[in-house]
C-alpha cells in the first residue's frame, strides 16, 4: 500500500477544515504525515528567520500575585511549514524562564512499532467487512475519486475505518502543502529539553488519544469521512488563516474558526475540548500551587471558550495575561 509507511509512522496532528478537522488542527490528536530529520528542519528554521515576520504570538503567561509558580501557556500548531518560522519570541522567553516542559503527550510517546501496531489495530475492520459497507455510495465514490487524483488506489482504503481514512486524507493534503510534524511547536520545543535536559511530562497518553478517535460512532466517523472529503479543497486557505491569527494570537479568530459549527456537533466538542480541560485544569493548578514554573505546550484551541484553560484558570483565581502585557524578569 502506497499510504501504508504514512499511517504507521504517527505521530501527534493539527489539522483544519469542517469541525472535525479544525478540532484536531486547534486541539491536537494524531498525525499521519511522516517526520524529516531535525537537522533540515533547524536548518530550514535559520533560513526562515532572516526575513520572517514576527507576530506576538499564543503565548500566555499565568500566576498569581505574590505566589512564586507561574504557568506559560503556549499555543501550539502541530503541523508546520519552514516558512512558519521563526516563533514569536514569546516561546522563546517561556522556554528559558521554565523549569520544565508539559506537552499533550510524554516526550517520544508518539512513535515506534508499538504505537503503529496499536494504531492499525484500531484502525483495521474485520476481515468480513470493508469501508465501502458502512458508508454511502456517494461517500465510496468520493474517496474513489480523491485516491484517483493522489495517485492511490481506492482498494487500499477499504480496509479502514472511516476516521482512519480522513487521518489519512487530511494528512496527504498538509504533505502537499508542505507541513511537517517534525516541525510543529510541541515537536520542536520537546527536541530542545531532550537536548538540554530540561525535564518534560506528558498530559495524556497515545493511547487515550487514538481512543478519542477510535470511540466515534458509526455515523460520526461517517459523517468525519463526509465532511473531510467535502472541505479538503478549501483547505489551503484554511491552514493560512490559522496560521494567521496563531502569529498573532487573535483568540477570537481562533475561537469563530472552531466553533461555527460546534452547536451541530456538541458531543464532538465535549470529547475533543471540554472534557480534556476539565481532565488537565487539576494539574496545571497543582503546579502553581507547588510554586513551579512550567511551559505548557497544548494546542491553541484549549485556550478560548467559555471551558477553555484561560478562562478555567482565571475562574480559578489566577491572573493571566498575554506574554507581551508582562514585563520581562
Excluded at 138 to 150: A, D, G, L, P, Y
Excluded at 212 to 233: H, K, P, R, V, Y
Excluded at 287 to 294: D, F, V
Aim: net charge negative; hydrophobic share 40%; aromatic share 8%.
Amino acid at each position: 500500500m502506497h499510504h501504508k509507511p504514512v499511517a504507521l509512522r504517527s505521530r501527534r496532528v493539527f489539522s483544519s477544515g469542517v469541525i472535525f478537522l479544525r478540532c484536531l488542527f486547534l486541539l491536537g490528536a494524531l498525525s499521519l504525515l511522516p517526520g524529516c530529520g531535525r537537522e533540515e528542519v533547524q536548518a530550514e528554521e535559520s533560513m526562515a528567520a532572516k526575513d520572517a515576520k514576527e507576530g506576538a504570538g499564543s503565548v500566555w503567561v499565568v500566576d498569581r500575585p505574590g505566589k512564586p509558580g507561574q504557568l506559560f501557556l503556549c499555543g501550539t500548531i502541530h503541523i508546520l511549514r519552514a516558512q512558519d518560522y521563526p516563533l514569536s519570541p514569546g516561546y522563546e522567553a517561556a522556554y528559558n524562564q521554565s523549569d520544565k516542559i508539559v506537552l499533550e503527550l510524554p516526550p517520544g510517546s508518539g512513535s515506534g512499532p508499538a504505537m503503529a501496531s496499536r494504531m492499525k489495530e484500531l484502525g483495521l475492520y474485520p476481515a468480513d467487512t470493508s469501508l465501502e459497507a458502512h458508508v454511502s455510495p456517494e461517500t465510496w465514490q468520493s474517496v474513489k475519486n480523491w485516491s484517483q487524483k493522489r495517485g492511490l488506489g481506492a482498494s487500499e482504503f477499504s480496509r479502514f475505518r472511516p476516521w482512519f481514512v480522513s487521518l489519512i486524507i487530511t494528512a496527504t493534503e498538509y504533505a502537499t502543502l508542505g507541513a511537517k510534524p517534525d516541525m510543529g511547536v510541541d515537536q520542536h520545543f520537546e527536541e530542545r529539553a531532550r537536548r538540554d535536559r530540561k525535564p518534560a511530562i506528558g498530559l495524556e497518553t497515545v493511547e487515550f488519544q487514538l481512543q478519542l478517535f477510535a470511540q466515534l460512532t458509526a455515523d460520526q466517523q461517517s459523517d468525519m469521512l463526509e465532511q473531510t472529503l467535502g472541505e479538503i479543497s478549501t483547505l489551503p486557505q484554511e491552514y493560512d488563516k490559522m496560521i494567521e491569527a496563531w502569529k498573532h494570537g487573535r483568540l477570537e479568530d481562533l475561537h469563530d474558526m472552531l466553533f461555527r459549527e460546534a452547536a451541530k456537533f456538541p458531543e464532538l466538542m465535549d470529547l475533543f475540548l471540554t472534557s480534556r480541560n476539565l481532565s488537565w485544569i487539576d494539574r496545571l493548578d497543582g503546579l502553581l500551587k507547588r510554586g513551579e514554573k512550567a511551559m505548557i505546550l497544548v494546542g491553541t484551541g484549549h485556550f478560548a471558550a467559555e471551558k477553555g484553560l484561560i478562562q478555567l484558570l482565571k475562574d480559578r483565581g489566577y491572573r493571566v495575561r498575554h506574554h507581551s502585557e508582562v514585563e520581562a524578569p
